[in-house]
């Protein structure tokens, strides 16, 4: 006779994740921290006059949206694991990697990622929201570091392609502002 354990003692917990892209914990924290680099939330509403000028829900909703929302980097990573090329996958995955240990983050980041607490090295997603934009402007003007460009764009491309996706009802209407972002910046 065969004894029933517990589910999560069984691993039975793992099994039942929406989500399987095979991003380690410290991997997607990294890649949350990114996405909210990118997209930032825009929270603070600005205030208007009057009762009737006051924002509604959805406004306010819109405000408080970011990147880095529960189920944006997981479907992020999702799909760069399921339709990512092999090579730009195994970029992402190391940039994401150096990004969530101090050192690399270091080697990636240069001084922006000294903090005034001991640990004086910070890890990526522990570094302030403007030191993080500064590190990707970075990364996008050196001429030297086009792996991790590529890496980055390829992260911009998709966060994009998947916060917009949740926004807008078709796929022509997220590529066609995606385009458009991609011409202004």
């Given amino acids: 006779m065969r004894r029933e354990c517990h589910p999560l003692l069984s691993g039975l917990r793992n099994r039942e994740s929406k989500y399987s892209h095979g991003l380690s914990s410290a991997e997607m924290e990294s890649l949350s921290s990114l996405c909210e680099t990118l997209l930032p939330s825009l929270s603070p509403i600005p205030e208007l006059d009057g009762k009737q000028n006051q924002p509604t829900k959805a406004v306010q ?42 050192l690399g983050t270091f080697f990636l980041c240069g001084s922006l990622c000294f903090g005034e ?45 998947v916060f ?3 926004v807008m009802s078709s796929f022509q209407d997220s590529m066609l502002f995606i385009l458009w972002y991609f011409h202004l910046s």
Avoid: N
């Fill in 61 to 102: 909703a819109f405000y408080e949206a970011s990147g880095s929302q529960t189920p944006v980097p997981d479907e992020m990573a999702e799909l760069l694991m399921k339709s990512g090329l092999p090579e730009a996958v195994f970029l992402v995955r190391l940039v994401l990697w150096l990004l969530s240990t101090r």
């Fill in 117 to 161: 607490k001991w640990p004086y090295l910070e890890i990526f997603s522990s570094i302030s929201l403007d030191k993080r934009e500064k590190v990707l402007q970075k990364w996008f003007k050196h001429r030297f570091l086009t792996p991790i460009r590529t890496a980055f764009v390829y992260v911009k491309i998709l966060i994009l392609y």
């Fill in 164 to 166: 917009f996706s949740r």
